[in-house]
């Protein structure tokens, strides 16, 4: 079936630090990729997604590349602000057309100043 | 603008009610979806739609049940509110498998 495993939190990193959010998906077909962010009171927001193998997606300087030879869709930053602190959630597309996600448990971020 | 709404916000209500949560979206998509996102935050998708009169229970048994008389709306309706039903309930709508979520509406049930 579809599954999503997704790095258990939480993480407290310091600003400015490197951050890394691991996420690897079952490998049936070739699922589009997603990551969602939830910031406190506000439902999900997509922040960044990938369609096939060695897609990149980007979005306020997050990244997470389609490794296909890992079925992994790691959530990178270079440089982390308290503003980042939130709870991101991988998740991966079915491919029976009815576009229902599948999502990991979340990874709640806390950034300290 | 495009975008999805739910309403209310917050809702505190006493054991036996019978409650609806409103969702409504203005992008014109014909799939939307409910989940319960517990307080250890995983998200349980527990009913979706494919569009008008189509209603499908998720992957979460749930006591609530929902409609779908309008591509714009997808209320979903507890007929008597229990403590077990306090949760965090998330409306979505999508296009190409992105999905669009409005800002959830928080119940507690007494």
């Known amino acids: 079936g579809n599954s999503v495993t997704q790095m258990e939190g939480p993480v407290t990193l310091s600003e400015e630090a490197f951050l890394t959010i691991n996420c690897t998906y079952t490998a049936t077909g070739y699922p589009s990729l997603f990551w969602y962010v939830q910031y406190p009171g506000e439902g999900l927001q997509l922040l960044l997604k990938?369609?096939?193998?060695?897609d990149k997606g980007s979005n306020k300087g997050f990244e997470a590349t389609y490794r296909k030879e890992t079925t992994s869709f790691h959530l990178e930053k270079g440089s982390v602000q308290v503003s980042d602190s939130a709870v991101y959630f991988c998740a991966r597309l079915g491919r029976d057309g009815n576009e229902k996600l599948t999502f990991g448990t979340g990874t709640r971020l806390t950034i300290i100043p | 603008e495009a975008d999805i709404y739910q309403t209310p916000r917050y809702l505190v209500i006493g054991t036996g009610k019978k409650i609806t949560l409103e969702c409504s979206q203005t992008m014109g998509h014909d799939k939307m979806y409910w989940y319960q996102q517990d307080p250890g935050m995983e998200l349980h998708l527990i009913h979706y739609?494919?569009?008008?009169?189509?209603?499908e229970k998720g992957d979460l048994s749930s006591e609530s049940t929902v409609s779908r008389i309008r591509t714009e709306h997808f209320p979903l309706t507890l007929e008597s509110a229990r403590p077990s039903h306090t949760s965090q309930y998330l409306c979505?709508?999508?296009?190409?498998?992105?999905?669009?979520f409005g800002p959830g509406t928080r119940l507690t049930v007494t």
């Open positions: 979505a709508s999508s296009v190409v498998g992105e999905q669009y």
């Open positions: 739609s494919y569009g008008v009169n189509s209603t």
């Open positions: 990938a369609t096939k193998a060695d």
